[in-house]
């Protein structure tokens, strides 16, 4: 049976929402009183899934998960489980089952304006990796920094290339950051100098959530890793390029990627973003066999960033890619992680690596569009930008389009405060 298209609630039906019937995505909200609680987007509204849980709405597997901080109680669950959760809401939601639609005492407890939520960090997580999968980009990095003519190291089309990140520091969207501090090694001095960062960036990336632990010394293959993810967010992985470029030799970023890390407070569902799987990219050589992939593993999301000034009366589109154009995907990226027998946990995040595409209009962050700050961009105000200013406000979109509506995933946005 074909799931009812639209909504009862008005606001997730006009096309343009990112939160549809068909998205539910999942998040933790607070308002005035009460704790955190695990919502579901719908419209301009926020179903308070403890509310229906309370009702006997939900199915009883998932009993007593939803009145909680973080998103892990309900993912441990099961795909089962999440599918059996998506089912019921999508019923309770098109008015398929009335429970909720004719129940005002119901509706005014559980529905929440999204205006009045406060929205929280959606998962605990345990560890975040950080990849470095897109051609596009690894190559615009490699012409500026090592090589023009061999800008990819010879393993680039081998591995995945990824880092272990730090996962104390990601936070949710909203959240603002101070400049780092660091050393800096500038041209034509024999030492470094300590200093706040001058070269700061943002890095247009998505993230996906583990929603299945493995065991140690247990590998997952390219053709299991779907069954490991809950689902995705909007990441945007800060970077402090000149502290970077000191630094990552020969063991990799540290400071200059460890203050801050940010997400997206909704997690679209893998469910919801099936009907947007495409075609893997060609891959030469071809990957080794643990490497190879059968199922459709690349997912058409078109992405913007936006930078908007203190002051300035709107943000100014800076970017525009998709998501589909990633050389390595999500279920390689895992599928390599674990091949040495690395555990995964419940809740850990997997960031994509910059996403650019073929363009300067389409890459995926600042030392890409401005060749290290050489060219600076002009935005609407007139103003114009090597790297990020203090006071900067990065707001960066998603969504994938389907047939009159959009599976979204909302912004992710944080804006720098100046140096400590």
């Known amino acids: ?51 229906l849980d309370e009702a006997g709405l939900l199915p009883a597997a998932a009993k007593g998960t939803f009145a909680a901080a973080s998103l892990n109680r309900f993912i441990e669950l099961g795909k089962p489980v999440w599918s059996e959760t998506r089912k019921r809401l999508t019923a309770l939601l098109s008015g398929e089952d009335a429970a909720l639609r004719d129940n005002a005492a119901l509706r005014d407890k559980a ?36 090589d023009p003519d061999n800008a990819l190291l010879p393993n680039w089309l081998e591995i995945p290339i990824g880092y272990n990140g730090r996962a104390s520091s990601v936070v949710v969207s909203g959240t603002p950051l101070h400049r780092p501090n660091g050393q800096i090694k ?9 200093s706040a960062c001058r070269k700061l960036d943002f890095e247009l990336e998505m993230g996906f959530i583990v929603g299945k632990e493995s065991a140690l010394g247990e ?58 799987r495409r075609d893997n990219p060609e891959q030469s050589p071809q990957p080794l066999s643990y490497l190879q992939q059968q199922a459709k593993n690349a997912y058409d999301i078109a992405l913007e960033v936006a930078l908007q000034p203190q002051g300035a009366a709107a943000p ?46 389409s890459y995926g962050s600042l030392l890409e569009m401005t060749r290290n700050g050489a060219e600076p961009v002009t935005l609407a105000d007139g103003s114009r930008r090597g790297f990020l200013e203090d006071g900067d406000d990065v707001i960066m979109t998603g969504f994938c389009q389907g047939e009159g509506y959009r599976v979204g995933f909302g912004s992710v946005s944080g804006k720098i405060l100046p140096a400590r």
């Not at 005035?32 to 919502?39: A, L």
């Not at 500038?186 to 300590?194: D, G, H, S, Y």
């Open 111 to 146: 529905l929440v304006p999204m205006s009045a939520a406060a929205l929280h960090l959606p998962v605990e997580i345990p560890g975040y990796t950080d990849f470095y999968s897109s051609k596009e980009h690894a190559t615009n990095v490699g012409r500026m920094f090592r």
């Open 1 to 51: 049976m074909t799931a009812p298209q639209t909504s009862w609630i008005a606001s997730a039906n006009d096309g343009q929402t990112h939160f549809p019937l068909q998205n539910l995505p999942y998040g933790v909200f607070l308002t005035k009183g009460q704790s955190p609680r695990v919502g579901v987007a719908i419209g301009d509204q926020v179903l308070d899934l403890a509310a």
């Open 186 to 194: 500038l041209p034509n001095e024999a030492r470094p100098v300590f």
């Open 219 to 276: 590998p997952i293959s390219t053709a299991d890793a779907p069954a490991h993810m809950f689902g995705m967010v909007l990441l945007n992985d800060w970077s402090a390029r000149d502290i970077q470029q000191w630094e990552y030799v020969p063991l990799g970023p540290f400071n200059s990627k460890g203050f801050g890390t940010s997400i997206s407070p909704w997690v679209v569902t893998m469910e919801a973003l099936e009907p947007f």
């Open 316 to 361: 100014s589109t800076i970017c525009r890619t998709n998501f589909k154009a990633m050389y390595w995907t999500m279920a390689q990226q895992l599928a390599h992680h674990t091949v040495s027998g690395c555990n995964v946990r419940v809740g850990d995040l997997m960031g994509s690596g910059t996403i650019s595409g073929t363009t300067p209009d």
